[in-house]
């Protein structure tokens, strides 16, 4: 059973940043093509960014190129979202997600509130 448990979230003013990770338990992580995902209160699940299973490559959407960062490290298993120059419209949960056939596998996701 494939487990991911992201960890970072919380409170931060604009301009902030935080850094997200993304732990993977039960599968082979370096197999996996990995992203993170948001939802807003009263919003759909947005797509923020996806990382290849190598690393090599990155897909962050327009809104956050320049200011966020996907990354992993298969040798711990973890990917992680480093969060920069935050924005109040980026408040919302974020999700880690890890891509077999889809996006097969999900966290229970973190909250992450930029206000002042």
């Known amino acids: 059973q494939v487990q991911l448990v992201e960890s970072g979230g919380g409170l931060v003013q604009p301009g902030g940043s935080l850094r997200l990770s993304c732990a993977v338990s039960?599968?082979?992580?370096?197999?996996?093509?990995m992203g993170w995902f948001r939802q807003a209160p009263g919003k759909e699940r947005e797509f923020v960014a996806r990382?290849?299973?190598?690393?090599?490559?990155?897909y962050p959407i327009d809104s956050v190129k320049g200011r966020f960062t996907i990354s992993r490290d298969n040798a711990k298993n973890t990917a992680f979202l480093q969060m920069n120059n935050l924005k109040p419209e980026d408040t919302a949960v974020y999700y880690c997600?890890?891509?077999?056939?889809?996006?097969?596998?999900w966290g229970q996701g973190t909250q992450v509130t930029v206000s002042s």
């Open positions: 039960g599968g082979t992580f370096s197999s996996y093509a």
């Open positions: 990382i290849s299973w190598s690393g090599g490559r990155t």
């Open positions: 997600a890890a891509y077999g056939l889809g996006w097969d596998y």
